[in-house]
């Protein structure tokens, strides 16, 4: 009989998916709550044919070279700025992700954070728990409007399109967008989205949400130079990555109410988050949970779960990334 594969799933994951994944391949587990170091990732991974990552290993060119036997690394994610691509394909290891099972949860959680920053819930829960509510008062958390305000989002994939078709169709919204290429006619009347330039969407928008993939150069894409640009009743929402934002230029920014708030579900050095960040009343802060309804979850899992089955068994991969 021939040796299975032997994989290693470099966080926990849910039973269903080790068991799929049992099925095919020798699996090591990662027990629940472990996080391994560069070193003990690359320990891990030699003698391996595949490994299941989550966004956060990095597969660089220092594993790739520790790790001769490796051919795929399938991310239980649809972003991948843990992967050096180059790297990977130059070492022919398959990369895959994780797309499209998580596009429509991702935006309800991209329109769930909008809403909380623009009408203030978590700032005006504390307050509550905080015992300071005595009375009915006029301009209390007064925030700003949603229904048929401007929407606008940077960066227009997928989960940008399921945004805009939330704020068009559902809030009655003006929604402008910018991104590397221009939608299609069809596709910027479904979602009720118009292209504008980078600077009139950061100056025409009431709320600005950030859903563009992370690559070298979107790094601080959004700085102070572009919050400058934004009201100072506008909101600012980040379900993308954190190293989008220059955090210390938006901490000013929101100290100083030269825009009223900010959502953001990603951080740069998560999981660790600026402590200035958590000394600002009017920003609403949640733990990168844009996907996290267990039915998308388990969906993200089974596609990285299945990537691997797919390329080990076949060669072709189900949503490669490279080759
Ligand atoms: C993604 O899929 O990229 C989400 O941000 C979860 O990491």
């Not at 600002?280 to 998308?296: E, F, G, Y």
Request: one cysteine or more; proline letters at 5%; hydrophobic letters at 45%.
């Amino acid at each position: 009989m021939s040796q299975r594969p032997a994989i290693l799933i470099a966080r926990a994951v849910f039973p269903e998916v080790v068991e799929r994944l049992r099925e095919h391949f020798e699996v090591e587990t990662t027990p629940p709550g472990v996080v391994w170091s560069t070193a003990e990732l690359i320990e891990r991974v030699q003698g391996k044919d595949g490994v299941l990552t989550t966004g956060s290993e990095r597969i660089d060119a220092a594993l790739l070279a520790a790790c001769p036997q490796l051919k795929i690394v399938a991310n239980l994610a649809v972003g991948y700025n843990n992967f050096d691509l180059d790297a990977m394909t130059a070492a022919g290891v398959q990369a895959t992700n994780a797309p499209d099972v998580l596009t429509e949860t991702t935006a309800d959680f991209g329109f769930a954070l909008l809403m909380a920053t623009a009408r203030r819930i978590s700032e005006s829960e504390h307050f509550l728990r905080a015992g300071k509510w005595n009375q009915w008062a006029l301009d209390l958390f007064a925030g700003a409007d949603i229904h048929g305000s401007t929407l606008g989002i940077l960066g227009m994939g997928r989960i940008g399109q399921a945004i805009a078709r939330r704020g068009a169709h559902g809030f009655g919204m003006r929604v402008i967008y910018h991104n590397r290429s221009r939608l299609d006619a069809g596709k910027e009347a479904a979602c009720g989205a118009s292209c504008v330039s980078r600077e009139d969407l950061f100056s025409q928008a009431d709320h600005v949400v950030l859903v563009l993939p992370y690559t070298p150069a979107a790094h601080h894409t959004v700085g102070a130079a572009e919050i400058a640009l934004m009201k100072p009743t506008a909101t600012l929402v980040n379900i993308a990555r954190g190293g989008i934002v220059d955090e210390n230029a938006l901490v000013a920014a929101l100290r100083e109410k030269r825009i009223a708030a900010a959502g953001l579900d990603v951080f740069e050095g998560e999981p660790q988050v600026n402590p200035e960040l958590l000394t600002v009343p009017n920003v609403v802060l949640t733990p990168h949970i844009a996907s996290a309804t267990l039915p998308t979850r388990m969906a993200m899992a089974m596609l990285a779960a299945d990537n691997l089955i797919a390329y080990l068994s076949t060669g072709q991969a189900k949503t490669p990334l490279n080759r």
